[in-house]
């Protein structure tokens, strides 16, 4: 089975990088910025992203624009300060896709989301429970595919 993880962090706290990498030493799987593009025969595809002026960042939106999967099912994790997950977002994106007949992507309700460091708010998260979780969260999500 095909996994990969993507993900983009834009604060300096590197806050879904952290995450990322805590998901990459759980699975044993290279956590990669989303500069890299994904292998079309991929599995799952675990991406990181976060929530930045009330929405998914254009970065993100223009990585699931040209992501082409063949079978694979996408894994949303994020963190914001206030508002919740980016899901919801990222399926728009995902589905927009859909109506102009160009992919068959899919797009999991399975998702990881926590509190993630901004300014003075929610210091130090993603913290080590955090990390634990989505560590768990990933080996959840494969562990239901074999
Ligand atoms: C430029 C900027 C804008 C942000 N805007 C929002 C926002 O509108 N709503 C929110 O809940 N969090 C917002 N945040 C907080 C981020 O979602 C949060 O800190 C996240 O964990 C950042 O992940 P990163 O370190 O991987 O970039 C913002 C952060 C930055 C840096």
């Not at 082409?68 to 206030?82: H, V």
């Not at 634990?132 to 074999?146: G, L, R, S």
Request: with cysteine; glycine share 6%; charged share 30%.
């Amino acid at each position: 089975m095909k996994i990969a993880v993507r993900y983009f962090s834009r604060s300096k706290n590197g806050n879904t990088r952290k995450l990322a990498k805590a998901m990459s030493e759980a699975l044993g799987v290279e956590a990669l910025d989303i500069s890299h593009p994904v292998d079309k025969d991929t599995d799952i595809l675990f991406l990181g992203n976060s929530v930045y002026y009330e929405d998914a960042d254009p970065n993100v939106k223009s990585f699931i624009d040209n992501l082409e999967l063949e079978k694979g099912t996408i894994y949303n994790f994020s963190s914001s300060a206030i508002r919740k997950s980016t899901h919801s977002q990222i399926k728009k994106c995902i589905e927009e896709r859909k109506r102009k007949g160009e992919t068959g992507l899919k797009l999991s309700d399975k998702e990881f989301f926590c509190k993630g460091e901004f300014g003075l708010m929610h210091k130090d998260r993603p913290n080590s429970c955090d990390l634990m979780n989505i560590k768990d969260f990933a080996k959840n999500v494969v562990a239901a595919y074999n």
